[in-house]
């Protein structure tokens, strides 16, 4: 399978697609940056965002598109923009019929890094050696956009399928399924 | 000239089209409101948003697609999709390469009103005296759908031009100005 996650946002939108491999491994298959001028006009940079998505899907036409839920609570002065990125990613996976799935920021960190309050750095940290790359993702809009891929492709069975919860989950989907419990709870 | 309001929301998005006529007239062209199901996942709502707003620029073919700003302070609970189908809007009309004006609430009751606090329905009324329609225009996103193209209509000679304000405006034109003026401090 292989999933392209979208870490929304207006002046850098991260772009990372991963197959999936046997064993639970994944594999890096491309990662990036759509950026946008900031001098320039919003709908000309949203605009550039839905054009530089169509690009990624384009070119790498994933199975399914992972974006990160945004919450009306975070970041007043960029959640408009982040807001809009991300519903430009879901339109244009459905225009597609590219499945979307949306994780939350702890369902993410909890899914590589076991603890769904990790910090930024070991995350990337975690990609890096999820993906065996010689070095840390960079920069970090991509590192965050492969860390919602993979979350995607870790995702418990469960999650899907609503069957059973619990059995053979490795302790990073535990602490996922757990912070996945918590946001709906929300 | 021909701007095509959009009052954006996820389960209703208001459209109005009008037309100016001579000696700060408008017409009615038309109005109505893109609806999704809210029983529907959100990427195929912000999808049936999209190829709503597509239909009718495609029919209508704007010069202006005015959009009412959304605020990251407002309604914590629906302002993400209401700014997801703002951002849709206004790519919408970028891909078509039409100018896309932003318009606040306030703008909009000041200009159509003479006052920033005016109610909805007193908007509405407004509406209905200035297109001479028999009744006010239902339902009520589509009405604010056309009060936005009319703000967009009546704005200040100086909002687009940046030129000297305050050369016969009529009132509602200048309350209109100092509703800007006070959006752009924020």
Redesign the interface.
Not at 41 to 44: H, Q, T, Y
Not at 70 to 73: P, T
């Given at each position: 399978m292989r999933v392209l996650g979208v870490d929304p946002g207006l002046t850098r939108c991260g772009v990372g697609v991963v197959d999936s491999l046997r064993g639970r491994r994944a594999a890096l298959v491309a990662a990036g940056v759509v950026r946008t001028d900031p001098d320039t006009?919003?709908?000309?940079r949203?605009?550039g965002i839905?054009q530089g998505l169509d690009q990624w899907l384009d070119e790498y036409v994933p199975d399914v598109v992972a974006v990160e839920r945004?919450?009306?609570?975070h970041n007043?002065?960029t959640?408009?923009g982040t807001?809009?990125?991300?519903?430009?990613a879901?339109?244009a996976?459905?225009?597609r019929g590219i499945p979307?799935a949306?994780h939350t920021p702890s369902e993410v960190k909890a899914a590589v890094t076991g603890s769904g309050s990790a910090g930024k750095e070991q995350v990337q940290r975690m990609v890096q050696n999820i993906l065996t790359l010689a070095a840390p993702p960079k920069p970090a809009d991509a590192a965050d956009a492969l860390a919602l891929a993979i979350t995607h492709l870790w995702r418990p069975a469960g999650a899907l399928q609503g069957g059973e919860r619990g059995g053979g989950l490795t302790p990073a989907q535990k602490a996922w399924a757990a912070a996945e419990h918590a946001a709906k709870r929300r």
């Open positions: 006009s919003v709908d000309l949203l605009l839905a945004v919450f009306a609570q007043a002065g959640v408009m807001a809009q990125a991300a519903g430009l879901m339109v996976a459905a225009r979307v949306l």
